[in-house]
């Protein structure tokens, strides 16, 4: 097979993807250069050109362009990449549960991608959508017998919910209320884990959001969102089972 | 004599700024840190009680709780603590229990703010309360 030279564009979502962990690192300076780079790529690769543009938007904390971006690269090929890229875009300004439809979206144009389809279920665990995400773990159990820790994570988590009578939608909601408050931030987690505690005295389920600053700064916007979901879940909420924690990493 | 939540925390900000901390003592400065928080919470909830019971730390915590469903002043900061509380609670059992997990300055250092937002709520409380009698 002859190998095709990658267009100026795709090159450049290669770049951004790999530097997808350190965009916090980014100048304004070197944004406006890959803007400008991604712009010119349009005349020669629309297609990955737009998708550039959207992950250049999403560094950016821009929505809009954001949208605009990715809805234009849909409109010219429909296809897995395109949705996937838009999906990854929308969870680097932490819209997580846009984020999972559309990475369900790229999974269902290629049912054969299990990677996609395991990306989905990561996306659906983190936007606190837990149906959705067992869903999801069951169409991937009938075309794979290997899990990961999403897949038991989400299995783990329908169970305490069950086990303590927890309605699903006040993990969603409380997922929601912490990602949003870190988005008003526009702070990016480094890690979201999520630990399980099965304990039958004790259940819980601790969703830790560890970001890059010290544990004091941390702190403060970890009590911010402390109070939304003391103010905004039903009745407080249940605080000893499901629990919130933004944490600093130095 | 006794002691109070304030020097307990004390001892787990000292031994924090020590050098060369091994995963021992990261563990350490979580457990005397989450002792100062509960101890803080007991004092404003509930008054000084022994903390030696089984079920006691879920006991002050629901006082806390009950406190933040009322309308007596410093409610918020009772919101706060009890969340904050639960949360604490699973980082000292983490601490104390989970021995073979790592453990690292970054999770002292977090229980260390928490314990210090805990303690300034209780602070608020107290306060609100007895500007509430005067008035």
């Known amino acids: 097979m002859i190998p095709t030279a990658k267009t100026k564009a795709q090159d450049l979502l290669s770049k951004l993807t790999a530097l997808a962990g350190g965009r916090s690192r980014m100048s304004e300076l070197q944004l406006a250069a890959l803007r400008r780079e991604a712009k010119e790529s349009l005349k020669v690769d629309a297609f990955h050109g737009y998708m550039a543009l959207g992950a250049l938007a999403s560094i950016s904390w821009d929505e809009v362009a954001l949208n605009s971006n990715h809805l234009c690269a849909i409109n010219l090929s429909d296809t897995e990449l395109a949705h996937r890229n838009y999906a990854v875009s929308l969870s680097g300004v932490l819209l997580y549960e846009k984020a999972a439809e559309e990475m369900i979206v790229a999974a269902e144009k290629e049912p054969e991608n299990l990677a996609t389809l395991r990306k989905a279920i990561n996306f659906a665990v983190i936007a606190g959508m837990i149906g959705v995400a067992m869903n999801l773990y069951k169409k991937l159990s009938t075309r794979s017998t290997a899990s990961d820790e999403d897949d038991f994570n989400a299995r783990r988590i329908a169970g305490i919910l069950r086990q303590t009578g927890i309605n699903e939608s006040e993990f969603h909601q409380g997922q929601s209320i912490v990602l949003d408050t870190l988005r008003r931030h526009r702070i990016l987690p480094e890690v979201i884990s999520t630990q399980v505690d099965e304990d039958p005295a004790d259940p819980s389920v601790w969703v830790r959001f560890e970001i890059n600053t010290s544990s004091q700064n941390a702190q403060v916007i970890h009590d911010e969102a402390c109070v939304r979901l003391c103010e905004e879940l039903p009745d407080g909420g249940h605080p000893a089972v499901l629990m919130f924690g933004i944490v600093g990493n130095c | ?135």
């Open chain 2, 1 to 135: 004599m006794g002691t109070t939540p304030n020097e307990i925390f004390a001892t787990a900000k000292r031994l924090s700024s020590f050098e060369n901390l091994t995963e021992a003592d990261l563990r350490a400065i979580v457990s005397r840190a989450y002792y100062a928080a509960l101890h803080g919470v007991s004092e404003c909830f509930i008054g000084k009680i022994q903390v030696n019971q089984t079920n006691t730390h879920e006991l002050i915590i629901d006082k806390a709780d009950r406190y933040g469903r009322s309308i007596n002043p410093g409610r918020t900061e009772a919101k706060r603590i009890t969340r904050n509380m639960y949360l604490f609670k699973k980082m000292r059992k983490a601490a104390d229990y989970e021995i073979r997990d790592d453990f690292e300055k970054a999770d002292a250092n977090n229980a260390l703010v928490l314990g210090e937002s805990v303690l300034e709520d209780c602070g608020i409380v107290q306060q609100k309360l007895s500007h509430n009698q005067v008035v």
